[in-house]
């Protein structure tokens, strides 16, 4: 474990001296925390009915009964607290595209790899150094809206509806999990290309199931509950795992080298 710790501190010591990295890391938690408070906020200051335009079957029963006001926030609240699972998903890539594709362009690739260190060391001082940030920063964000939407709230049930049950186990439990999915897919793609912003891309697509509960959610089809968040958290149990497995095998060192000499 001294050489995970090694490669942890080495990683976090190069991230703070690269301030546009910073910048990418901290400005979309930011953005997906501040944001929604304000519009939140901004809703209970605007006159007329709120709720025009929201899907009229309403499917989720924390919504059943509420005023106008309350059931706009409410709903504006709820696609907004979807928004942080992009989190988990964008910080890790962004960190994990200059752990491993940024040390190509800064020409230290090939002697960490001929370092006598064994992959699986490597892999994960590297994974810890993208997964830790990734899931203090998310969790950080997620207490901040939480009490922002405890001063916010126009009333009990509609901070009742926003921070549901649901959205408490898919922030505890699948905030991890979909971090560990994404720096896989960092992994894999980075050990086949040598620019970190062709990589930030192409890992992108991880993203796609997260705007797909956005809209479910939105169209009313998708209602966050518990027993949906506690199986969604065994699904990314298992695909954490195989895209862990994917990864590691993935990851040739010798394959590395060669390519990009």
């Known amino acids: ?62 919504l059943v009964g509420l005023s106008d006001i309350e059931l706009g926030q409410a709903i504006i ?32 690739l090939e002697p960490l790899l001929a370092t006598p260190m064994r992959t699986w060391e490597l892999l994960l001082g590297k994974s810890l150094a993208a997964l830790i940030p990734a899931v203090a920063i998310t969790w950080l ?29 898919i922030l505890v439990l699948c905030t991890p999990l979909l971090a560990l999915i994404a720096i896989a897919a960092m992994v894999v793609v980075s050990s086949r290309v040598s620019d970190p912003r062709t990589a930030q891309q192409l890992t992108g697509v991880v993203i796609i199931p997260v705007m797909l509960v956005f809209f479910g959610q939105l169209t009313g089809v998708l209602v966050l509950n518990p027993a949906l968040a506690l199986g969604a958290s065994g699904v990314l149990v298992l695909l954490a795992a195989l895209a862990i497995w994917i990864a590691t095998r993935m990851f040739q060192r010798e394959a590395i080298l060669t390519r990009w000499r």
């Open 1 to 62: 474990m001294h050489k995970v710790l090694v490669i942890l501190q080495k990683e976090w010591l190069e991230i703070k001296q690269q301030r546009g990295l910073l910048l990418s890391v901290l400005l979309p938690p930011l953005l997906l925390t501040l944001l929604p408070l304000g519009v939140a906020y901004g809703l209970t200051q605007t006159p007329g009915n709120l709720n025009n335009g929201f899907p009229p079957t309403i499917t989720d029963p924390a």
């Open 77 to 108: 609240g709820q696609q907004f607290s979807i928004l942080f699972l992009l989190l988990p998903l964008i910080i890790p890539s962004v960190i994990a595209a200059y752990s491993i594709v940024g040390e190509k362009t800064n020409k230290t």
């Open 141 to 169: 964000c997620g207490a901040i809206f939480i009490a922002g939407i405890g001063q916010v709230a126009v009333s009990s049930r509609v901070f009742a509806a926003i921070i549901s049950s649901g959205w408490l186990v």
